[in-house]
């Protein structure tokens, strides 16, 4: 089947939409409420044509067989241009990044297409900006009602986010209920088209820290980073820039470049111990029924927790089950998480190697994520006093700094981190759903038997499907683990182990889609497809890898092996474990 | 009643909400769709200006109302009626009607009570549809419509309350093709029982509402209706829901336009950018200067009609459109509307 647009012929299927054929074939038609993984709303009303004559929305205009398609008459370039006034009135007075001069996505098509933001106006809205704690914040001033959070927020399982309001003023509300909370994900962030909804920046804070000369930086990257940012200088998603951003890093004036990997290191080196101490546990307990107060623990009473084990890296998985779950608290891994993990090494055990008073350390992470601001933000996390982490960018906000300040970060030389990031194949997985699994069964056999699994690769708990589930055979057992992306995934897991707690040893959660590759603060667009390629891109950096166990990592080793056991019990638990308490709304 | 539907058919029954959609057709369709829930939604509510015939009829006859509903439920095969009520309305009308749905309940009928706040979107099928499941009131995309999938995604039949009334009376064989008029702006305002097919010049002096000033009217509607002069409502007769409006011949331009498009600014569901923020910069434009930039409103007003997501803001440029050529008789370009 074929349609035309402006008198090309392009092959179609039935049931495809003029808006997709369009930008399958990289055809311009501006949209702000269309995305590919979520349900077709047809509010912005941005994406016209004229299809038959007539002028009609391309979102929701099914193909039919040589269907003749215009896309720029000037009728339609008048009404896009009418809506697209519409729809950004108010933007540059309420944007926090146009005041600031910074890149936004809005900005860049009010020039594009030479609008004028002023012409019209809308209403305010009198609910002031909403901050989800330190992670994320939702501005109703200036959504643009276009729905796609709220759906977003749906599909991660919460719920807590809602258009309110009615004609003009209709736009982004929270839900009032007592029983829904904010997990942080940030998956509204990085489905607004307008940036209503976004992160908390912290790029002030950072540029700030840069220019002190009283102060040493530290910039640590996620995982995810790496194949990503490449995106928003037009590259195909999955493309590595790693060298290219430990470069660009230098050239922004942080004094060291670390890798939040390294710290995904420590994270998999102190959770595999934790996960052969409960399954250890278990062996020896046998597994317990469900108890009256829906638990499923398993072990006796004061004689440890065994499996099943979750993660808890993932700072908005930990907010559901502190908020919704706290019966399973006990269930989470006490294992920090790795931008914790790191941060909190450098500014005592490296900060100690090089003779640096800790105090005068930034640390800078990069991540993928809003939930790591809020995490960020944990007193219970300080090291001798101070956070792990000074402050946290999303990869948008990294992109914004560079964009400042002229990095064309596809083109620069490579380089390396410095020798205390590095890290090893087993954490360049961590941002991919399974990844942490993966790393930790890479190395728990090791902490159980005391020898290596030949087996390195687990490529059941690999890809895009929500909820994966393997037996994993670990050594003469058969380990049963799950993999959930998404809370509502986790939803589900959580509800089968309740009926059977035997279902799983060990569970891996992650909020977002694809694990933090899908995170909130990756850069937008971001769909399932996009977050596939991503993905591709850090299994291969794994593969090229020659160090692929993380508790093979010379400086992981160097770090638990004669730093911390040189530590007093108590100084120990603080650099790697934490805990978890029953969250109240708004915690 | 096996010849029902041929009744409603031969009668030529059009929907008496606005849209004028025959009757038959829709319920045909709720009839052969498959499904084992089936629901009947009865809109008695008004959210438009200038009409206020509804209220009339369940006041004054509500007894054949409800023998419409029975009509309906027992053609599509449900016992369920959902009952949307507008809160004013059910203020004086309770008395009334709050025996007849125990009567039909008594008779196995199940009724829904669903306490509307007044709106001119719940006019939209598929907005109602949405408000009484609980959702926001906004419109849904059709297909599918709620024919074969409405309420609940069940095969759905919504009426309004003079198209019941109607069904009824060609229950009953009483059936003759009147219809109810909202006089308003006249000597005697007020809702009368009239020949459907009378010229509105015929409806106004039958009516004593005949004005001896000069005037103009809004029929269909005192917001969305188009706008005729006393020549044209010699030979033309009322479309879309009946209401006739008089107005003064000098009437304020400013004025006039200011109460549709407040209203429109208020009352926009808030689901697509023209019709939510078009209206609104309309109102706004009329309010900050006297004289009004034409211009800029036929801008706006185009974008309204051809880009709205439903109906009621593809709608909005008819009475300008209609007031700006048949009376106001302005040299300005209409083109874009």
Known sequence: MFIYIDNKKYQCSP????????????????????????????????????????????CDFKVEPNLKVKTSTPEVKRLVKTNLELLFAGHKENCPKCQKGYHCRVGVAIRK?????????????????????????????????CNKCVEMCEKIGINFLKLDGKAAQTSVNYNHDKK?????????????PVGSAREQSHLEQVEKALKNKNKITIAQCAPSIRCSIGEEFGLPPGTNLEGQINTALRQLKFDKVFDVNMGADITTYVEAQELAHRLKIDAKYGRQPLRKSGSIHRSPAGRGVGGPMFTSCCPGWVKFVEFYHPKIIKNLTTARSPQIHSGGAYKTWWAKKQGIDPRKIITVSIMPCTSKKYEARHKKLKVNGMYPVDYVLTTREFYILLEKNKID?????????????????????????????????????????????????YKQVRGMEKIKTANIKFGSKQLKVAVA????????????????????????????????????????????????KRIAGLYQIDSKMKLRRAHQNPIVKEFMEEYIPSLPKEKQVALLHTHYTKKQKFE | MPNILEKIKQAGLVGRGGAGFPAHLKWKAVASAKSKKKYLVVNFSEGELGLFKDIHIMQKFPDVVFSGIRLALDFIGSRDCYFNYNKEYYKKTKSLVLPLIKRYEGAGYRFYIYGEEPSYIGGEETALLNAIEGRRTEPRAKPPFPTTSGLFSCPTLVHNIETLYNIALVGQQKFENKRFYCLSGGKSEGVYFLPADWSIQKVLKQTENYPVFNFFVQIGGSVSGEVLNSNQIKKREVEGAGSIEVYPIKTKPRDL????????????????????????????????????????????????????????????????????KNVLKLKISLKQI
């Open chain 1, 180 to 192: 829904t909370d904010c997990i942080y994900c940030g998956q509204c962030t990085v489905h607004c």
């Open chain 1, 409 to 457: 970060l596809p083109n620069l030389k490579k380089s390396q981190v410095d020798r205390e990031g590095t890290f090893s194949g087993a954490a360049a997985i961590y941002g991919a759903s399974g990844g942490v699994m993966e790393s930790a069964l890479r190395s728990a056999y090791h902490f159980i038997a005391g020898k290596e699994l030949p087996q390195i690769e």
């Open chain 2, 257 to 324: 336009m200011l109460k549709w498009f407040d209203f429109y600014a208020c009352e926009s569901c808030g689901k697509c950018c023209p019709c939510r923020l078009g209206s609104y910069n309309i109102s706004k434009i009329l309010k900050q200067n006297k004289k009004i930039d034409w211009k800029e409103i036929i801008n706006l007003l185009e974008s309204m009609e051809k880009t709205s997501f439903c109906a009621l803001g593809k709608m909005t440029y008819i009475p300008v459109e209609s007031y700006i």
């Open chain 1, 15 to 58: 049931t495809e939409s003029v808006l997709q054929v369009a930008l399958r074939n990289n055809i311009m038609i501006p949209h702000l409420c269309y995305h590919e993984d979520l349900p077709i709303d047809s509010n912005c009303r941005a994406c016209l044509v004229e299809a038959d004559g007539s002028v009609a929305t391309s």
């Open chain 1, 485 to 532: 992306a998404t809370a509502k995934a986790a939803e589900s897991i959580i509800q089968e182990l309740k009926k059977n707690p035997a279902s799983y040893d060990y569970v891996e959660v992650m909020a977002c889609p694809g694990g933090c590759i899908g995170g909130g603060g990756q850069p937008i667009p971001s769909t399932e497809a996009i977050i596939a």
């Open chain 1, 113 to 145: 297409f030479k609008l004028n933001p002023k012409k019209y106006s809308r209403p305010p809205v009198p609910r002031p900006v909403h901050k989800m704690a330190a992670a994320a914040e939702i501005d109703p001033n200036l959504c643009i009602a």
